[in-house]
């Protein structure tokens, strides 16, 4: 294993491109597509990565295993002494323990492995009394914390690191224990006489297989009695899931098991496994091999992992993708309704209709303004609701519409309407008063702004109720200054109608846009993995 800057460099791009990956939105396979990232994320950081920068760093074996497995029992019975808690109540094991020679601590000591975990370093022995721990050597609540022992007993090149249970009833310690495993080079698996056919070892197990990794098995606490068929039954299993090439090391029912005393096993009971681990770290060989599988395992289970995450990846944008469909459909269809309705005159009604029949005499220009303003209004706000109704009835059947889109605001999305035809209204007041002005500076008679402006709303929102509007205004403004009024005040009107429409729209699809679901998450990750094929 010979460091190799462009495959280092490969890798590190790889890891960018899935950390930028998101599986937001509810699809069916999102939740395993996000278990996956983060498995792989913290197998690039905590493993893959440092050991191919440092081939010659101290071996790392993760003894983890089910809740009351004995794994902290078996670290201080392979130390000699007690460095990690073991007892009855579970959890034990809150914050894991990492146990190597002293000559080996500078590999651990900073960020190399588990780089997000804060290093808690234990008093030299005879400080105080050993095995004394408490919650401030745990770290603080809330903490990631990695506790460092070392021991001049434990074989150079060798750490020993006890995780919390894989299957802990605190979802905290099940997310730690699978990050450590995630760093190991060796994978200690202990099971128990009556929990080895379990669902949550085997699925480990599974994984372990799936990746090539160097694994070794134990099966802790077998009654003598026992011992052969159980044993038995186990390589059975093991066998029947193509693992039966996996070491296996038997520890007897003895009274240390039960962790009531000084959580240490008589070196006899873990012998065979000592000797197997420290053989694996000393021996150039064997170390090298043990390592090398394990990296190679992870690299290669790449080639199926990479193109899952970007095919889950594709799933969310084409998901984001039909959603802004159906959002933009259904704004669109009511942008389409409004201008049929103004186009028919459907604005020139109640009372904004029995105001421009007063026009001069019994109502005033003002009247007729802010009539029609709100005959406008209420036409976009009843478009709007239509609109958000259909959004609606999709989200009911769809979760990723419930998850993608901002709720139903019909009182807010009136009074934003409400604002954006005021607007408009004030543009159309401040083109007629424009008008005016030009047309006296070219020597025309002086009319009123005000008339001026609602004769043009009329003409625009009124239909063919109101065509005499555009004929009053020919008649003050001329034939070329009514026609150019009209075009400019229709401008306005569209503008104010698709701001209004689309501002809601985009409301809408507002949480959507802040998931970040592109397209350009699946071409990445498969870019990256074709950029990692080629260096390897």
Avoid at 40 to 46: H, K, Y
Avoid at 96 to 122: E, N, S
Wanted: some cysteine; aromatic content about 2%; proline content about 6%.
């Amino acid at each position: 294993m010979d460091v190799r800057p462009r495959l280092l460099d490969a890798l590190t791009a790889l890891r960018d491109r899935v950390d930028a990956a998101r599986f937001p939105l509810p699809l069916p396979g999102a939740d395993r597509a996000r278990r996956s990232r983060a498995e792989l994320l913290a197998q690039l950081d905590d493993y893959l990565v440092p050991r191919l920068r440092a081939p010659e760093a101290p071996l790392l074996a993760v003894i983890g295993g089910s809740t009351g497995a004995g794994k902290s029992t078996l670290v201080n019975s392979l130390v000699g002494r007690r460095v990690t808690e073991a007892g009855v109540l579970r959890p034990t094991t809150r914050t894991p323990v990492l146990v190597c020679h002293p000559d080996d601590r500078p590999w651990f000591a900073g960020q190399r492995v588990l780089p997000q975990l804060t290093r808690v370093w234990v008093p030299a022995q005879g400080e105080r009394a050993e095995g004394a721990y408490d919650d401030e050597d745990r770290g603080q609540e809330g903490t990631r914390a990695l506790r460092i022992e070392t021991d001049p007993e434990l074989a150079r090149g060798l750490a020993l690191l006890d995780a919390p249970d894989i299957d802990s009833l605190v979802a905290r310690n099940r997310d730690l224990a699978a990050e450590l495993i995630c760093a190991a080079d060796i994978w200690v698996l202990v099971t128990t006489a009556t929990r080895y056919a379990d669902a949550v070892p085997w699925h480990l197990l599974r994984t372990a297989k799936e990746y090539d990794v160097t694994l070794v098995t134990v099966l802790d606490r077998v009654p003598h009695q026992l011992a052969a068929e159980v044993s038995g039954q186990y390589a059975a299993l093991l066998t029947a899931a193509g693992l039966g090439d996996v070491p296996r090391f038997t520890i007897p029912e003895l009274p240390e098991s039960a962790g009531g005393g000084s959580g240490l096993l008589p070196a006899t009971a873990v012998a065979a496994l000592r000797s197997w681990l420290t053989q694996h770290a000393q021996d150039p060989h064997a170390r090298s091999v043990a390592a090398a599988r394990t990296a190679a395992g992870v690299l290669a289970s790449l080639r199926s992992r990479m193109p899952a995450l970007a095919g889950a990846a594709a799933a969310q944008h084409a998901a984001a993708v039909r959603l802004v469909q159906r959002v933009e459909g259904a704004y669109g269809e009511a942008h389409e309704r409004v201008r049929r309705e103004i186009a028919g005159g459907a604005a020139l009604a109640g009372g904004a209709l029995t105001h421009w029949h007063g026009l001069p005499h019994d109502s005033t220009p003002e009247e007729l303004l802010r009539a029609l303003a709100d005959s406008l209004a209420t036409l976009l706000r009843s478009a709007a609701a239509a609109a958000d109704e259909r959004v609606a009835q999709t989200g009911k059947r769809d979760p990723v519409a419930r998850a993608g889109l901002a709720p139903c605001d019909a009182r807010g999305a009136g009074e934003r309407i409400g604002v954006a035809v005021r607007h408009w209204r004030r543009c159309v007041e401040e083109l007629a008063e424009e008008e005016v002005r030009t047309r006296v500076a070219e020597g025309g008679g002086r009319c009123a702004p005000d008339e001026v402006a609602a004769l043009l709303m009329a003409s625009l929102l009124g239909g063919r109720r109101a065509r005499t509007a555009g004929e009053r205004l020919a008649e003050t403004l001329g034939a070329h200054g009514a026609l150019n009024l009209g075009d400019r005040g229709g401008q306005l009107l569209d503008g104010c109608v698709t701001r209004a429409l689309e501002a809601e729209r985009d409301r809408r699809m507002a949480p959507l846009d802040t998931l970040d679901v592109t397209p350009d998450h699946q071409v990445q990750l498969i870019a990256a993995l074709s950029v990692l094929q080629k260096e390897r």
